[in-house]
């Protein structure tokens, strides 16, 4: 957990869900969420992570053989977030995506997924030949 005094988004909310409460804060110098849930369960998750995985339809860019693979977001950061009703958060990214809408349930399933989920996205990555990391301009 990082220092209070980096914190730039403090979001606390209750729902009628499974959830009863999540707490969400967002981290200035490191770009990364930290989730706290109802149920005890924090999980940090990086700008990158979340962006790539972002539940907005145009979110992923890159059509490779029918699979849509979003590539080149190792560095991307979190500029803003707001409260979107009772029920999650829009993000908005340093590259302009700010369209998807991160519900609670989906907040909770990406940080109970974190790992598997980024080795399924490295694979996709290294399968099509693509990096994590931006391409440099020429």
Not at 21 to 31: D, G, K, Q
Not at 90 to 104: E, M, N, P, S, V
Request: proline content about 2%; some cysteine; overall charge positive.
């Amino acid at each position: 957990m990082l220092p209070r005094s980096e914190v730039f988004l403090h979001i606390a909310t209750r729902c009628l869900d499974w959830v009863v409460s999540v707490t969400i804060e967002l981290y200035f110098c490191s770009s990364q969420v930290e989730a706290e849930f109802a149920d005890g369960s924090t999980f940090h998750l990086s700008a990158e992570f979340l962006r790539v995985h972002s539940p907005a339809a145009d979110s992923k860019i890159r059509s490779v053989s029918g699979e849509k693979v979003l590539f080149g977001r190792r560095h991307v950061g979190i500029m803003s977030a707001e409260s979107v009703g009772n029920y999650g958060i829009r993000i908005l990214f340093d590259d302009l995506h700010k369209t998807g809408i991160f519900t609670w349930d989906y907040l909770h399933h990406l940080g109970s997924n974190k790992f598997s989920l980024m080795r399924n996205y490295i694979r996709t990555l290294r399968k099509h030949g693509l990096s994590r990391d931006p391409r440099r301009r020429k």
